[in-house]
């Protein structure tokens, strides 16, 4: 069974850091794409990055670019994604979702929520 | 970045009622589009990839048309668990782009 479990959210103040997690289970994880999108309060859904099985790709929203950065540990089977200089419009549910062959996203985390405020 | 234009961004339906949602790509993005349902305070669920392949384990009253800019997803028989928020997705281009989402409600 594919479980995807994301950790390290929190509230953090503008300007701030955190490091997301997304331990994955039950699929060959080098072998898939992997993807984060986020959901703002009562918004919709947003892609933020995308990192390819080998690591090698990384994709970013516009949004995010040169704060955001994507990776990931194939021996630990972990998706990250750093977020640096924090603002109060990354306030978000954080999900991570793993690429249906470089498509869609067939599996999803149950998110985990980020709140910058001060 | 291509723009994802979901139509109507709401409605209101009854059980077993056919519904029709539309999504627009600003440019042609082939078959590279999905759908995607979203219950309140849940993780999204993919329906429909490639525009049309419906997604396993996912019931057959959902389908997915279109190719180019123009899609649509159809529910043919409107069930309590579809009330519901659907989100289109295009995967032709990084970045990949959502629509804005169609809020289906009881009528």
């Known amino acids: 069974e594919v479980q995807l479990l994301e950790s390290g959210g929190g509230l953090v103040q503008p300007g701030g850091s955190l490091r997301l997690s997304c331990a994955a289970s039950g699929f060959t994880f080098t072998s898939y794409a992997m993807t984060w999108v986020r959901q703002a309060p009562g918004k919709g859904l947003e892609w933020v990055s995308g990192i390819s099985g080998g690591g090698g790709s990384t994709y970013y929203a516009a949004s995010v670019k040169g704060r955001f950065t994507i990776s990931r540990d194939n021996s630990k089977n972990t998706l990250y994604l750093q977020m640096n200089s924090l603002r109060a419009e990354d306030t978000a549910v954080y999900y991570c979702a793993k690429d249906l062959r470089e498509q869609q996203f067939d599996y999803w985390g149950q998110g985990t929520l980020v709140t910058v405020s001060s | 970045a291509i723009q994802m234009t979901q139509s109507p961004s709401s409605l209101s339906a009854s059980v077993g009622d056919r519904v029709t949602i539309t999504c627009r790509a600003s440019?042609?993005?082939?078959?590279?589009l999905g759908w995607y349902r979203q219950k309140p305070g849940t993780a999204p669920k993919l329906l429909i990839y490639a525009a049309s392949s419906l997604q396993s384990g996912v019931p057959s009253r959902f389908s997915g048309s279109g190719s180019g800019t123009d899609f649509t997803l159809t529910i043919s028989s409107l069930q309590p668990e579809d009330f519901a928020t659907y989100y289109c997705?295009?995967?032709?281009?990084?970045?990949?782009?959502f629509g804005q989402g169609t809020k289906v409600e009881i009528k």
């Open positions: 997705l295009q995967d032709y281009n990084y970045p990949r782009t």
């Open positions: 440019q042609g993005i082939r078959n590279g």
